[in-house]
């Protein structure tokens, strides 16, 4: 490598979608090929059948992480870039979830995603002088939860361990452990015993 080169890593596009000051067109391009990855791997993943394992063999090639043998993931899954996803171990995500993943998705242990979740960390800018510029925000998702079919969760949410989301919920700020929320936008709709 020579001196002044820059080497671009998946990492180093990961922190550059947090700059808010700087342009770097480098780590645009290299985020381009990045994309472009994503979609002939999702296309791989979503085109035939696959054997559980080869399944977790192609998440794996698409995080960029490995994936436990007890992951579980039911086509079609779409993501854009994949390789700011982490997946915990006895994740179940059932078939049609778009992940947009680019501000990070962390998906702790024993969760259960329904059909056709939406994890959104990107939201663009309301005011005409910023031209819709990218803002990202990462989505955390604690042990056990379970997200109902047709959801959708916001940029920069937490949700916290063994929660419900109800299924058409729209979640946009964070969820307290051992609660159920629904609706749009997401209230809380009943507290969950720990004991129970």
Not at 50 to 76: K, N, V
Not at 88 to 105: L, P, T, W, Y
Not at 141 to 148: A, E, K, L
Request: proline share 5%; net charge negative.
């Amino acid at each position: 490598m020579k001196e002044g080169e820059l080497t671009l890593t998946t990492k180093a596009v990961i922190e550059n979608f947090f700059e808010e000051t700087t342009e770097n067109k480098a780590c645009d391009a290299y985020a381009d090929v990045l994309y472009q990855e994503a979609l002939r791997i999702t296309m791989e993943l979503n085109s035939r059948y696959h054997t559980p394992g080869e399944i977790r063999e192609i998440m794996s090639r698409l995080t960029g992480c490995g994936i436990d043998a007890s992951f579980r993931l039911f086509p079609p899954f779409y993501t854009d870039f994949g390789k700011n996803i982490h997946i915990g171990k006895d994740v179940f995500i059932n078939s049609g979830c778009h992940f947009q993943d680019q501000g990070g998705i962390t998906i702790g242990d024993g969760t259960l995603i329904g059909h056709n979740v939406v994890l959104a960390t990107i939201n663009h800018d309301l005011r005409p002088a910023q031209n819709r510029r990218n803002h990202y925000a990462p989505i955390q998702i604690g042990d056990h939860v379970w997200i109902g079919s047709n959801s959708t969760i916001l940029p920069g949410v937490t949700i916290g361990e063994w929660s419900v989301v109800a299924a058409g919920a729209v979640v946009v700020k964070d969820v307290p452990p051992f609660t159920v929320v629904g609706g749009v936008p997401a209230k809380i709709i009943e507290t969950i015993d720990k004991e129970g």
